[in-house]
């Protein structure tokens, strides 16, 4: 796996929870650095610019991010949410969140990671309060564990992406037919 970040989710806050990738299997995790971190701001189309971070920045925002995770985890399956997780998204909420400001060129946003922090902590307040909680979906890939907003009609979309797992598994069960077709059947 490589290090791009990927925005497939529908939603910010979901494309942040799914930063640590393989949760069930590998646990790739995508903020290997303060660097790392940053460009994930910039990346998600949050800010235009942004403050270096350090290491204390990326012990936030994973702690920030698998509560996140955890309560997108409890609203999709019906439970209560966990206590300690909703405190934490709480308190990041609070923080002061990036401010757009307007330039002759147009709106322009700069922020610290600690703003840009608060700012997916008010965005995944909003998905988990939203219209949308019902259309969260995990992706029928049993390694990948993003979990996405299903907007398809009828809820029938199966993967993240594509690109990222459905042509993968389209492959696998296609290999899996023919070794397990008789010779005869073979093409
Ligand atoms: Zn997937």
């Known amino acids: 796996m490589n290090l791009d970040h990927v925005f497939?989710?529908?939603h910010p806050a979901l494309d942040f929870a799914a930063t640590l990738r393989a949760r069930r299997s590998t646990?790739?995790?995508?903020?290997?650095?303060?660097?790392?971190?940053?460009?994930?701001?910039?990346?998600?189309?949050?800010?235009?610019?942004?403050?270096?971070?350090?290491d204390s920045d990326v012990r936030a925002a994973t702690a920030v991010r698998e509560a996140v995770y955890r309560l997108v985890t409890d609203r999709r399956l019906g439970q209560e949410f966990d206590a300690e997780a909703?405190?934490?998204?709480?308190?990041?909420?609070r923080e002061t969140p990036v401010t757009p400001q307007l330039t002759p060129?147009?709106?322009h946003t700069e922020a610290t990671p600690a703003q840009a922090l608060a700012t997916?902590?008010?965005?995944?307040?909003?998905?988990?309060?939203?219209?949308?909680?019902?259309l969260l979906k995990e992706c029928g890939n049993p390694e990948c564990t993003r979990v996405y907003i299903d907007r398809s009609r009828g809820m029938r979309r199966q993967w993240c992406g594509m690109e990222s797992c459905g042509n993968?598994?389209?492959?696998a069960a296609y290999r899996a037919r023919k070794k397990t077709?008789?010779?005869?059947?073979?093409?």
């Open 86 to 93: 909703l405190a934490t998204v709480n308190a990041a909420a």
């Open 27 to 54: 646990r790739f995790e995508m903020f290997v650095t303060p660097e790392r971190l940053t460009a994930w701001y910039l990346e998600s189309g949050l800010v235009d610019t942004i403050t270096p971070g350090d």
């Open 168 to 171: 993968k598994i389209k492959a």
């Open 120 to 134: 997916v902590a008010r965005q995944a307040v909003e998905l988990l309060s939203g219209p949308d909680v019902p």
């Open 8 to 10: 497939v989710c529908g």
């Open 181 to 187: 077709a008789p010779a005869g059947a073979r093409g």
């Open 105 to 107: 060129a147009g709106r």
